[in-house]
Nanobody, 122 residues
Framework: QVQLVESGGGLVQAGNSLRLSCAAS????????MGWFRQAPGKEREFVAA????????MYSDSVKGRFTISRDNTKNTVYLQMNSLKPEDTAVYFC???????????????WGQGTQVTVSS
């Protein structure tokens, strides 16, 4: 079992940057695919990014590609989401998750953090 805790969210102006962190505890962190999803009020949970065990392969949604970067540091059991050029439509609760395969589907991931709020003002 893996426990995940997100941090780094906050309120920023459009065009600025934030870096989210997801600290994992428990066994087999290095054996899991890691991902980020987000959910805005009244909307479905949306895939953002995912990264393989070694970090060699990453996936991004079209809405964030070129602006966001997912990375991981297995020595620290931590995954990151660097968010640049933030837009008001990026406002959402961001969730870290882990699973056994890369997927844009939330049901493919087994463990989830509680989320961290990101608010982008215009």
């Amino acid at each position: 079992q893996v426990q995940l805790v997100e941090s780094g969210g906050g309120l920023v102006q459009a065009g600025n940057s934030l870096r989210l962190s997801c600290a994992a505890s428990g066994r087999t962190f290095n054996g899991y695919i890691m991902g980020w999803f987000r959910q805005a009020p009244g909307k479905e949970r949306e895939f953002v990014a995912a990264i393989t065990r070694s970090g060699a392969i990453t996936m991004y949604s079209d809405s964030v590609k070129g602006r966001f970067t997912i990375s991981r540091d297995n020595t620290k059991n931590t995954v990151y989401l660097q968010m640049n050029s933030l837009k008001p439509e990026d406002t959402a609760v961001y969730f870290c998750c882990s699973g056994s395969s890369t997927s844009i589907l939330a049901r493919a991931y087994d463990y989830w953090g509680q989320g961290t709020q990101v608010t982008v003002s215009s």
